[in-house]
């Protein structure tokens, strides 16, 4: 693989890490370059905290081995799959022998080692992630992956079917680099590619689907990705309460910080079981929970009677999930800021009294127990939680004494 130009300040150049990790490999033969999103981001100038990786021209266990005569902590993370991951510093440097696939069945592949690096670079997705570069510098670019990056275009290494072949959640992969890094108009060969093969996207794990989601919603505007991938049929099986960008674009410009999962809420049709929707996507317990109060129509909130409703709110939900609600409401009138600048800032206090201090009044153990426990609580929140304990228990205690 022949040298095509060289970044000026690679970010890694003076990282004594990477000295110390090159001085291992050079000491045992071992060529090593830094590959993928590291390399794509120094071309972008983008300053991203990325954890490195590197590809190899040893088998794993030559690598291993190196590394520990090198006294640098080594975890064979992958094995099978020619990966092991060095510490140095507390620093993960994530190391992957080059590789072939000897067999693919869309889901998983079988690879075999190599030492022929445009062999590793023909197996890789799209051209400007079979951008390689080394500790100096020197770039090599078997695709012209550059030129594709600074066009913005996802374009498939190769034939874009046989690449999704080997792996079908390309497919959304396409559309997540898109989101992040494209700009109009998408790829035609990839486009009609992914149209051809959106039927087979449902054998996928819906964990590895999820993942590819989040990112794509994470990206600064992923609206245009979102409409291409419905237009392909993409979201068919995975997604079919979508419902539009139209929330997700004031999402955007209401957002203080971007959130895939609120992004996420913002897509789909009211009404949407959130708890199906976790099991298919394989969220987990939190997650689903945190879609299932986004989507719910109530309570509803009122952003126009002041803080001290806002409180209200803010104490029934919880703080996150009041700004939520409040975020994804674009009806919302009223100081929406304000209301959200409180809930990022305002901290609920705790009811000060308990069903211990009913049954100290002389109460039996029962549901007259928490139905005035919860009285008591309806009072102190409707007078903006200024009662202190003394003042709670007074009110409780008159509503024992009531007959």
């Known amino acids: ?109 079988v690879v075999a080692f190599t030492d022929d690096w445009l062999e590793d670079a023909n197996r890789r997705d799209f051209t400007f992630n079979a951008l390689y570069a080394d500790r100096d510098g020197t770039l090599y670019d078997p695709f012209d992956g550059r030129s594709d990056l600074a066009a913005g275009r996802v374009r498939f290494i190769g034939d874009a079917d ?22 109009p108009p998408l790829d035609g060969p990839g486009i009609d590619a992914c149209r051809r093969n959106a039927g087979v996207l449902g054998s996928l794990s819906g964990e590895r689907v999820a993942k590819e989601l989040l990112r794509l919603l994470e990206a600064p505007a992923p609206a245009d990705a979102l409409a291409a991938m419905v237009e392909a049929g993409v979201l068919d099986h995975w997604l079919p309460e979508y419902a539009g960008v139209a929330r997700l674009g004031a999402l955007i410009g209401r957002e203080d910080r971007p959130d895939p999962l609120r992004r ?10 959130a708890t199906a929707l976790g099991k298919r996507l394989k969220l987990s317990t939190q997650q689903a929970l945190r879609l299932d109060v986004m989507l719910a129509r109530e309570p509803a909130l009122d952003t126009t009677d002041g803080p001290k409703a806002w409180r209200a ?60 426990i919860a009285a008591v609580e309806r009072w102190w929140i409707d007078g903006d939680f200024t009662a202190d304990r003394a003042a709670c228990l007074a009110h409780l205690e008159q509503r024992v004494r009531a007959p």
């Open 162 to 183: 046989t690449r999704i072949a080997e792996d079908r959640l390309r497919v959304l992969r396409f559309f997540r680099f898109y989101a992040w890094y494209g700009r």
């Open 264 to 273: 996420l809420a913002s897509v789909l049709a009211p009404g949407t079981d």
């Open 1 to 109: 693989m022949k040298p095509a130009g060289r970044l000026e300040a690679p970010p890694w150049r003076d990282d004594p890490a990477v000295g110390t990790l090159f001085a291992a490999f050079s000491s045992a033969g071992i060529g090593a370059r830094f590959v993928g999103g590291l390399v794509r981001d120094a071309l972008l100038g983008v300053a991203e905290s990325r954890e490195p990786d590197l590809a190899v021209d040893k088998p794993p266990e030559t690598v291993m081995r190196a590394l520990e005569a090198a006294s640098i902590k080594v975890v064979p993370t992958g094995l099978k799959h020619g990966t092991v991951t060095a510490i140095i510093a507390g620093r993960p440097f994530e190391l992957t022998t080059l590789r072939r696939d000897v067999e693919t069945d869309g889901r998983r592949a």
């Open 313 to 372: 709110g803010i104490y029934h939900l919880g703080n996150n999930l009041y700004a939520d609600r409040l975020l994804l409401d674009i009806e919302a009138s009223g100081d929406w800021r304000a209301a959200l600048a409180l809930a990022r800032n305002w901290t609920p206090p705790e009811l000060p009294v308990s069903g211990g201090d009913a049954l100290a009044l002389g109460l039996a153990p029962g549901p007259r127990v928490g139905a005035l």
